[in-house]
Each structure stands twice: as structure tokens, then as C-alpha cells.
């Protein structure tokens, strides 16, 4: 005998019929640097031929990772897993100085893709040490492109600063030469209380000639404070190590929005539909736009979805390729 037909249960948060407003932030997902960053591992794997080695995730993003691993990349954390003969291209977040000084000594052919907008703040930081600044830099310890900036100057003429406490426990005094730079991709309003207790602490402080956190950190923070406030809830598509994306999470948090990082759609789940009508949705810089779509589109198993774009800056910024790539 044939069992009854039951229908499945729809799973809590989800119903056919119910509109989900989708407010999705622009500009989102990739910038300059990253576009850059993973043409120059396209175009060394076209030239050079697979494998070629790339130091550290090119960008923090897996789906970007596993396509190029998929073309002939290798991943690689530091320059010794690299074989003196094959080709190795350095991340968009920046090395040290001593990364290319082995490669250089070891003869090795590499093509360096940190982003321009980071090698300015190395450049800057070059400067400031030749007019005898010591340099105050605001980052997250750790993080590979803070270890970078702070590994292009003699390690005693540079301290990094965290957090507001931070600067009052600095043992400088309103004497001393200093100066102060900053990650690309920081919180904008976290760094500005951090400049703030730096100039009040030490008012003959030297800024950097431009702000370091850059166009596309700070536009995506701006886009989020946007949609926000009429969000129940803003997902950040993102890595749990993309620090620019982790601020996007905060950024809707400090709005009173309740936000999640996801790295893919699978990872939503529908109980967080659950009583809502609107959800915002961003990505952080390097977060592909497939996976934009590909959560608008689980999205819409569940509910009715209505999307609505809100563009609150637009860019046009592109980077030149490495001329090693190019002729
Ligand atoms: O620096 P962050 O962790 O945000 O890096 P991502 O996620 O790879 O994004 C690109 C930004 C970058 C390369 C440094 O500015
Ligand atoms: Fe460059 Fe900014 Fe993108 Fe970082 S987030 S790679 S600094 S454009």
C-alpha cells in the first residue's frame, strides 16, 4: 500500500507567498585593487604557465582562491614553500621588505600585486622615516598587509596602535617627532576617534598628506549606513579574515541592525527570515559578485523577493597592470 502523500513542512522563516524587500548597497564587492590583483594571477599563469606560486590568499576570499587553484595557482603562506624556479606573485595586501629582498636574492621571477593604494602608504611611511618621524600606525595587529606597511621601515621607528586606549599608553611625549599612517581598511569611524586621542595626546603629530583607509573601504562603510536603518537585518557576503568586511558587519551593527558575514549562500539560514520583511545585502571588496546573485537567488526559494538597489557613490577607478605583464 502506497503511503500517504505528505507535503513537506516549508522550513521556519520561509513562505511562498511573503515579499522580502532585498536592499542591496552600491558600490559593493570588489575594488581597483582587487580586479588588479586577480588579473595579475590570470595573466602570470597565461605567461608563465601553471603552477605559478602566489604568497598568501590573493585576496581574502575563497571562491577566488579555489577558481584560481582550479587554473594552475599555488597557494603558499611564506617565500621558503616556494621553488627558487617558478614564478610567485605577492598579494594585493603587501609584504615586507624582506619578501622581495629574497626573492631578489634567490634570483626568483615575481610579479608583486599589492594594490597601488597600499604602496603609497609604504611610500609614505619610506618618507616620514627619512624626515626622522617616528610612525604612529593604526591597524590590526596580525594582519598580513599591517605586518607589511609596518615591515617597509626599521622595526624601532614604528608602533602600532589598535584602539583609543592604545594612544594613552603611548611613551611619547609632546616633544617627539612623530608621524601616523594607517590599514587601508579600517573602520572610518573607529580611526578618526583614534586620530582624535592622537592629536590631543600629541598635537605636533604629522598626518599622512591624503587619508590611508581608501575610496572603497570607506565608500561600502557609507552604503551600509545607508540601508541600514530600514534593514531587520544586513548580510556582509565576506570572508571571517577580510577585515574591510568584518567592518561592514560592524558598521550595520552600530546602526542598531542586527548583520551577518557569510562567505556563501548555503550558509543562510531560513530561521533568520523568520518575522522579517526587509534584508539589506553587501559585499565586502573582495567578495566576487556571482556570489551576490547566488544569494539574491536562495533568497528567492524561500519568499517573494523585490530587490532595490541603493547607489550612494559610483566608482570608476582602475589600476594599471605590473609592465612585466603587459609587454
Ligand atoms: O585587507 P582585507 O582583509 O580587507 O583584504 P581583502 O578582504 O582581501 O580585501 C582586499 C583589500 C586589500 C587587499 C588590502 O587593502
Ligand atoms: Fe586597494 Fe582599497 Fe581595494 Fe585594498 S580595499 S585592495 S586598498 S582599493
Not at 603629530?205 to 565608500?219: F, H, Q, R
Request: proline fraction near 7%; glycine fraction near 6%.
Amino acid at each position: 500500500m502506497n503511503a500517504p502523500f505528505q507535503s513537506t513542512p516549508a522550513p521556519p522563516g520561509s513562505d511562498p507567498r511573503l515579499p522580502l524587500k532585498l536592499v542591496i548597497a552600491a558600490p559593493r564587492g570588489f575594488c581597483a585593487g582587487v580586479d588588479r590583483a586577480i588579473e595579475i594571477v590570470e595573466r602570470a599563469l597565461q605567461k608563465f604557465g601553471a603552477p605559478v606560486y602566489v604568497r598568501h590568499e590573493i585576496v581574502h576570499n575563497r571562491y577566488v582562491v579555489d577558481s584560481l587553484k582550479a587554473k594552475g595557482a599555488i597557494f603558499v603562506e611564506e617565500l621558503d614553500e616556494v621553488p627558487d624556479d617558478a614564478p610567485v606573485v605577492f598579494s594585493a595586501h603587501g609584504v615586507p621588505k624582506t619578501v622581495p629582498a629574497e626573492a631578489e636574492r634567490r634570483n626568483m621571477l615575481y610579479v608583486d600585486a599589492t594594490c597601488p593604494l597600499v604602496s603609497k602608504v609604504h611610500r609614505q611611511a619610506e618618507r616620514q622615516i627619512e624626515k626622522g618621524q617616528h610612525i604612529l600606525f593604526i591597524g590590526h595587529a596580525g594582519h598580513p598587509e599591517v605586518v607589511g606597511t609596518m615591515g617597509q621601515v626599521p622595526a624601532g621607528q614604528i608602533t602600532l596602535v589598535e584602539t583609543v586606549e592604545d594612544v594613552a599608553n603611548l611613551r611619547f611625549t609632546a616633544e617627539d617627532d612623530l608621524s601616523y599612517l594607517s590599514q587601508t581598511t579600517l573602520s572610518v569611524d573607529d580611526t578618526h576617534d583614534i586620530i582624535f586621542a592622537l592629536k590631543e595626546r600629541f598635537p605636533q603629530i604629522v598626518a599622512p598628506k591624503a587619508e590611508d583607509i581608501c575610496y572603497a573601504t570607506s565608500n561600502r562603510q557609507a552604503a551600509v549606513k545607508q540601508i541600514a536603518p530600514s534593514c531587520d537585518l544586513v548580510l556582509v557576503i565576506g570572508a571571517p579574515n577580510s577585515s574591510n568586511s568584518l567592518r561592514l558587519v560592524e558598521v550595520a551593527e552600530r546602526m542598531g541592525t542586527d548583520a551577518r558575514l557569510i562567505q556563501r549562500a548555503e550558509e543562510i539560514d531560513p530561521s533568520w527570515l523568520e518575522g522579517i520583511g526587509t534584508v539589506g545585502l553587501t559585499a565586502g571588496a573582495s567578495a566576487p559578485e556571482k556570489l551576490v546573485r547566488e544569494v539574491v537567488d536562495r533568497l528567492s526559494d524561500w519568499r517573494v523577493v523585490e530587490e532595490d538597489i541603493v547607489t550612494t557613490a559610483e566608482e570608476n577607478m582602475i589600476f594599471k597592470l605590473p609592465r612585466q605583464l603587459t609587454e
